[in-house]
């Protein structure tokens, strides 16, 4: 396997999240100083009434990516350029449709939400330009699946970094010139714009080095097509599924609650995407191994990789249990922590979910779309009913009690079972891991309930920074001692990554030596 691309979908991955992360540290705050509480617990909302905009595209970047890939890997150069002109013929219409269905929602969203938008500063103008953004936004993600299935993965980690920094100097720049809730849609077009040119000029010169010709032809594109029967009805029940949390929440609870409720959820939404986008970047590498008939090597890999992912979203889960509370007051202040109630059940969400996620996407990867997307209509239709009824009930404890089954039952559990079904996940090595999960969440548990009761006796309450920074310093410790002392598999795998490591710097020195 082609390692310095997965080093460059890494890049592309974990760079895209993190900048994020960093753009949501610094803007939210400002968000809070410069646009009015309510008007931005309506954008919140209403801007997940336009993301149904993106129901229009079935997947087609995704699919693309494990098309081409497989393709490449296979040497098939001329069903390659088809199904890059396919991809492009898709993208057009996509556009054209995403851009018709947000102006209809723009007309339906005070009926849905029930409040009149006109009544809050610049929030219909901002909902206008949204539109745009999100229709360039899903051209950029077939563009970027394109380059991704081709190997080129460099220019889409670079437009990705580059145009997340000119969202961040377009919103506060516009922030600070008092264009409040515009700022935000504004920044977002900016960025869209920017990124599908880059990956578009990146394209062409990979083509071009490829020898590979774009061809369009109608007979392909139909088949092409059918390939998103099960998507696309996968795609709208789970898309409006995704979106219904903070619409049913807009119709039950005050708009000042919605920004307390995303205050506590975006910190662990982040990470979440941080650590989901390990998987996604593994996947056009198993895609292409697919092709070439690699069966031992695709095994080995999502082995390998599972179990580095796990700890990493146990490690992160335990850390957010007993440091969240600081970290929210440090973030945006007193007052906007949503008790241990919510945020335990957010984090115990977080941490099924990215299993499930994983599992999902070694299985798309390798090319089951249909039971994926079969999968993700049942995932929908449940949560989108139970979503509305649960919270009409029982507010955002409902809510969050439905996405926490839904993760668990669905996502956790069939997801799984559908890999070791298609052969890629050794059921010894399942129920291992389960034993090691077994020992090592309930002595990290205590361990980290100590440390935190440790520190916030000697540590002034105030403090918040420092007590965060020395409870995560100390836990860090003693998780990964516990780990390294329980997992005998993982502490051999890093003896030989180090005994390699020193004995290639030992001849790189006796080289130098020589000479």
């Not at 040119?197 to 059918?226: C, D, E, P, W």
């Amino acid at each position: 396997m082609n390692v310095k691309v997965l080093k460059w979908n890494f890049v592309f991955q974990y760079g895209y999240v993190i900048t994020n992360i960093i753009n949501s540290i610094i803007l939210l705050p400002l968000y809070l100083k410069r646009i009015d509480a309510s008007t931005l617990g309506l954008w919140l909302a209403t801007g997940n009434i336009l993301a149904w905009m993106t129901l229009a595209d079935p997947g087609v970047g995704d699919v693309l990516q494990q098309k081409i890939a497989q393709l490449r890997g296979k040497n098939e150069v001329i069903n390659t350029g088809l199904t890059i002109g396919s991809g492009l013929m898709a993208s057009l219409g996509i556009l054209l449709i995403s851009v018709m269905a947000g102006f209809v929602f723009y007309f339906l969203i005070g009926h849905i939400i029930n409040k009149d938008v006109s009544a809050y500063d610049g929030l219909q103008t901002a909902l206008l330009i949204s539109i745009i953004a999100t229709g360039m936004s899903l051209v950029s993600f077939s563009l970027s699946g394109i380059n991704q299935g081709l190997h080129n993965s460099g220019p889409v980690a670079i437009s990705s970094l580059t145009g997340n920094f000119l969202f961040l100097i377009t919103n506060v720049l516009l922030l600070y010139l008092g264009f409040g809730i515009i700022s935000i849609a504004f920044a977002n077009l900016c960025r869209a714009l920017y990124i599908n040119v880059f990956n578009f000029s990146a394209l062409k010169i990979a083509l071009k080095k490829q020898q590979i010709t774009i061809r369009f032809h109608t007979g392909h594109f139909k088949k092409f097509i059918k390939i998103f029967s099960f998507t696309s009805v996968s795609r709208i029940i789970g898309g409006v599924s995704a979106s219904m949390d903070m619409i049913v929440l807009a119709r039950f609870i005050t708009p000042s609650m919605i920004t307390v409720f995303e205050i506590n959820k975006r910190p662990i939404q982040m990470t979440q995407s941080l650590i989901g986008r390990h998987s996604v970047a593994l996947m056009p590498l198993i895609s292409h191994a697919h092709g070439t008939g690699d069966e031992g090597g695709i095994k080995s890999l999502i082995n390998t990789q599972f179990k580095y992912y796990v700890y990493g979203a146990m490690f992160i889960a335990l850390c957010f249990c007993f440091n969240y509370h600081s970290l929210i007051t440090a973030w945006t202040g007193q007052g906007k922590y949503a008790g241990d109630q919510v945020v335990f059940l957010l984090i115990a969400n977080f941490f099924f979910g990215l299993i499930g996620y994983f599992m999902a996407n070694m299985g798309y990867a390798l090319g089951d779309i249909k039971m994926n997307s079969f999968i993700n209509i049942i995932k929908g239709i449940v949560s989108g009913i139970l979503f509305y009824v649960m919270t009409s009930s029982y507010g955002i404890i409902g809510l969050l009690a439905v996405m926490l089954t839904v993760s668990i039952c669905i996502d956790f559990i069939f997801f799984t079972f559908r890999l070791y079904k298609l052969g890629y996940l050794n059921l010894n090595y399942l129920r291992n891991s389960l034993v090691l999960w077994a020992k090592i969440i309930p002595s990290a548990t205590l361990a980290g309930w100590i440390l935190s009761y440790f520190f916030n006796i000697i540590i002034p309450e105030q403090m918040y920074i420092t007590r965060i920074l020395l409870n995560g310093f100390s836990f860090t410790i003693f998780f990964a001692a516990l780990v390294l002392l329980l997992d005998l598999t993982l502490r051999n795998e890093i003896g030989n990554v180090l005994s390699s490591t020193f004995k290639i710097n030992l001849n790189k020195q006796a080289s130098l030596n020589q000479h």
